[in-house]
Nanobody
Framework: QVQLVESGGGLVQAGGSLRLSCAAS????????MGWFRQAPGKERELVAS????????YYADSLKRRVTISRGNAKNTVYLQMNSLKPDDTAVYYC???????????????WGQGTQVTVSS
């Protein structure tokens, strides 16, 4: 069973940056596709970014690709999400996700973290 623990959320002013981290345990991290989703109140959970086992392939949501970067450190069993030029519309709970296969929707994900709140003030 894979456990995921996020950290790094918080309150930031518009235009600021945050770096989210997700530490994985209980599985073979280097064999997992990792990603970040977000969910704002009243909205569906949407994929922000994902990264392949090796880190050689990444996917970004079109609305975010110029402002976010996903990376992973397999030696540390950790995946990161660097977010820049944050906007109030980025306010949401951000969830770390993992699966043995690539995913684009929340329904395809087997493992979830508990989520970390990101709030962007105007």
């Amino acid at each position: 069973q894979v456990q995921l623990v996020e950290s790094g959320g918080g309150l930031v002013q518009a235009g600021g940056s945050l770096r989210l981290s997700c530490a994985a345990s209980g599985g073979t991290f280097s064999r997992l596709v990792m990603g970040w989703f977000r969910q704002a109140p009243g909205k569906e959970r949407e994929l922000v970014a994902s990264i392949s086992w090796s880190g050689g392939s990444t996917y970004y949501a079109d609305s975010l690709k110029r402002r976010v970067t996903i990376s992973r450190g397999n030696a540390k069993n950790t995946v990161y999400l660097q977010m820049n030029s944050l906007k109030p519309d980025d306010t949401a709970v951000y969830y770390c996700a993992a699966d043995q296969r690539p995913f684009r929707s929340a329904a395809r994900v087997d493992y979830w973290g508990q989520g970390t709140q990101v709030t962007v003030s105007s």
